[in-house]
Antibody, heavy 114, light 106 residues
Framework: QVQMKETGPGLVQTTQTLSVTCTVSGFSLTSYGVHWVRQAPGKGLEWMGIIWGDGSTNYNSALKSRLSISRDTSKSQVFLTMNSLQTDDTAVYYC????????WGQGVMVTVSS | DIQMTQSPPVLSASVGDRVTLSCKASQNINKNLDWYQQKHGEAPKLLIYYTNNLQTGIPSRFSGSGSGTDYTLTISSLQPEDVATYYCYQYNSGWTFGGGTKLELK
């Protein structure tokens, strides 16, 4: 049974760095890519980036300078790190396997406040 | 970057109606397009992959079509549980979501 679950800080101060973890079960991170997608309150979905099964990454060009995606395959965890946060980074952050199985986590709400 | 434009932004329809949602890409995406349904407070759910393939467990009243730059999601007979926002998503060149169509009951 495939499961994906995001965990994060809830509240982050502006200019600080966000770290969100996606813990997966039911599949191997070396075989499937994991995407990150976010959704600001009342807004649409924004694709952020992906870490592929081979560990390579691709990023949204608008976020690339601030964003990093990494993983620990031994723990089945994928990490999203984004620096220089502003209030418009307030969003629900989702991890998802979108290329084969179509599984998403429940999302984690992150509020950026000064 | 490829831009995805969905229309209309909001659609009101009655139970039993045939509903058509549109998605237009800024360039040819070679049918590399999925459709997602998102109900309020929930994560998106995959409905259709690669333009016209129904995801397992999705009711057959949902169907997709299209080619080139123009794609369509059709609900053959709208049900109350179909109230949601629908997003198209292209993965032909980079990865981009459309802005969404909010489907309401009339």
């Amino acid at each position: 049974q495939v499961q994906m679950k995001e965990t994060g800080p809830g509240l982050v101060q502006t200019t600080q760095t966000l770290s969100v973890t996606c813990t997966v079960s039911g599949f191997s991170l070396t075989s499937y890519g994991v995407h990150w997608v976010r959704q600001a309150p009342g807004k649409g979905l924004e694709w952020m980036g992906i870490i592929w099964g081979d560990g390579s990454t691709n990023y949204n060009s608008a976020l690339k300078s601030r964003l990093s995606i990494s993983r620990d395959t031994s723990k089945s965890q994928v990490f999203l790190t984004m620096n220089s946060l502003q209030t418009d980074d307030t969003a629900v952050y989702y991890c998802a396997e979108m290329d084969t199985m179509g599984y998403w986590g429940q999302g984690v709400m992150v509020t950026v406040s000064s | 970057d490829i831009q995805m434009t969905q229309s209309p932004p909001v659609l009101s329809a009655s139970v039993g109606d045939r509903v058509t949602l549109s998605c237009k890409a800024s360039q040819n995406i070679n049918k590399n397009l999925d459709w997602y349904q998102q109900k309020h407070g929930e994560a998106p759910k995959l409905l259709i992959y690669y333009t016209n393939n129904l995801q397992t467990g999705i009711p057959s009243r949902f169907s997709g079509s299209g080619s080139g730059t123009d794609y369509t999601l059709t609900i053959s007979s709208l049900q109350p549980e179909d109230v949601a926002t629908y997003y198209c998503y292209q993965y032909n060149s980079g990865w981009t979501f459309g802005g969404g169509t909010k489907l309401e009951l009339k």
